[in-house]
């Protein structure tokens, strides 16, 4: 009777040992898989020792509790670990994501910008085509006509008006209401002044270092060098 009675009880604490591995085992990994399985087996040959030996089924149980208890805090310890290493990739990816974004940003401000400027110098290059197709047109003191004649602050009024800008109609006073600019920032469509002490001439800078205006009655509006006289000033009602 004794001796069934500790058959049973080796079986039972077999299948508690199986138990216990096959509760720890997915808690591991690589290394510490082998650790805990050699931990385990140290505590069941030890098991049966005691078993063996006293045959007592409180010491079983005490055993088997520790074995659980230990395989129980590996699981425990493992997926600590894995929620971590979720944390950390779920952050990783968080940073990923944000420097994908920002570059996105920086690309689409940058095309804003260009597409920005690009239609800024369109605008400046349509005044400057428009212009230039009245070259050769006669000179008229105080006309404003593009064909018939017109001087050269009457030139310059009548290419803007025809943008929707409305402009003085002296050179001196064209001046004055221009938005001054240093020669050196000089762009296509701006008004380069010329005087001496006051303001007497004004031309439309077309690029290139070059100007189209309303010269004299010999010359008609023709395309001159910006600097064929020192200029007294740049101003401009372009953007």
């Given at each position: ?193 010329y005087g001496s002490g006051a303001i007497s001439h004004v031309a439309l800078y077309i690029g ?32």
């Amino acid at each position: 009777m004794e001796e069934k009675k500790r058959r049973y009880m080796k079986k039972k604490l077999s299948l508690i040992i199986l138990l216990c591995i096959g509760i720890g085992a997915p808690a591991q990994a690589g290394a510490e898989a082998a650790d805990l399985g050699g931990g385990i087996r140290k505590e069941a040959l030890f098991a049966e020792k005691e078993t063996e030996t006293d045959g007592e089924n409180t010491k079983i149980s005490e055993i088997a509790g520790r074995i659980l208890e230990h395989a129980t805090e590996q699981a425990q310890e493992y997926q600590e670990m894995k929620d971590e290493a979720q944390k950390a990739e779920v952050q990783k990816r968080a940073m990923e994501i944000k420097k994908e974004t920002d570059q996105i940003r920086r690309k689409a401000k940058a095309k804003a910008a260009r597409q920005k400027e690009e239609k800024r110098m369109a605008l400046r290059n349509k005044v400057v085509d428009f212009a230039l197709q009245f070259e050769g047109n006669p000179y008229v003191y105080g006309g404003t006509s593009l064909t018939k004649g017109a001087d050269c602050s009457g030139f310059v009024m009548s290419v803007f008006k025809e943008f929707g800008y409305s402009l003085p109609r002296v050179a001196g006073a064209q001046y004055e209401a221009s938005r001054k600019k240093d020669i050196s920032q000089i762009e296509t469509g701006d008004l380069v002044f010329y005087g001496s002490g006051a303001i007497s001439h004004v031309a439309l800078y077309i690029g290139d270092g070059k100007i189209i205006h309303a010269s004299t009655s010999a010359s008609g509006i023709k395309i001159s060098d910006y600097d064929y006289e020192r200029p007294a000033g740049v101003g401009t009602y372009l953007k």
